[in-house]
């Protein structure tokens, strides 16, 4: 990892824009060998939005219309992301990818009786 970032960090540099609640310092410690190649945005109006906040919002009803930009919100609306119908797809994919690896999962398996019927 170190010599990803000696690659990146040293050859190309960053842009890391200040969060709320974060401390800039201390985020940057760990980067210090290529801070001459780092560039500190500090954030001029507060904007606390998260991935975890927009889930929250759009699985209330609410609008994130003037949270994120248009294009974002189209896309999040046309692959009916962050859903709770989402949420109920995604598990049941998973659910079928467990149930596929797992013979002892399966309906009807009879992998667990040895009897015949």
Known sequence: MHRQLDHILGKYGTFIIERAGSDMDHATEALARWRHNIFLVPQLIQNDVSSTKVRLFLRR????????????????????????DASIHERKDKDKDRTKDDPYRRAGSSATSSSPA
Request: glycine residues 4%.
């Open 61 to 84: 009803g609410l609008s994130v219309r003037y949270l994120l930009p248009t294009p974002v919100v189209d896309y999040i609306e046309q692959h009916d992301l962050y859903t709770e």
